[in-house]
């Protein structure tokens, strides 16, 4: 059982550790975990903060601060963290990510029953790094689902769960998050298509995903 942390908050740690408490309220506001479900973590220097384990988000104060060392060893707060703290971790240590959103969207989970690969039915697929694949099924919590999670992610930035959930980072909260609502977008966007009897959805080829890939890099405002 991981000791509770004992040194005291940094100031960026609480002004991120308040933007992931906002972001974990907005998955369940969305519609895209029930109740305890799903978690979201940021990573502040070698500092993990994450959601604690089994606290409904809308009870989460400033005190309640939970946040780990890339080593898994807690060092603030006294709450559990969240039970999918390995495969938040594994992420962490295998890219570049500064955030991980994880859900159990309908849409997208319902894929992942259906699917080893969600196909590219619309160009912001690309966003994600191209086709998203489908992690195969492992128990919650464990480090097989963390090492399905890791393989599913190569070369990507968001992935499907099998008979679970998302899981998808980013460079901030917010990017995560809009990957994550994208991901289920488009899972809804397939299971939408491919219900109509007699018919099958066009896709889009590498070609088409690789062009798109470009012209986002160029996207958005700058500076």
Partial sequence: ?????????????ARAWAALVATARRTVSDGLVVGTSGNVSVRVGDTVLVTPSGVPYDRLTPDDVTGVGLDGRQVLGSLVPTSELPMHLAVYRATDARAV?????????????????LPPIHYMAAALGGPVRV???APYGTEELARNV???????????????????????????YDRTAQLEWMCRLWLTA??????SPSLLSERQLAEVGERLRGYGQKG
């Fill in 135 to 137: 992690a195969p099924y």
């Fill in 1 to 13: 059982m991981t000791e509770p942390g004992e040194r005291r908050v940094r100031d960026e740690e």
């Fill in 150 to 176: 890791l393989s599913a992610l190569h070369g990507r930035s968001g992935c499907l769960l099998q008979n679970h959930g998302t899981l998808t980072h980013g460079a901030t909260l917010d990017q995560a």
């Fill in 194 to 199: 491919s219900s109509v009897p007699g018919r």
């Fill in 101 to 117: 959103v994880h859900t159990h969207a309908v849409h997208a989970t319902a894929v992942s029953t259906l699917l080893h690969e």
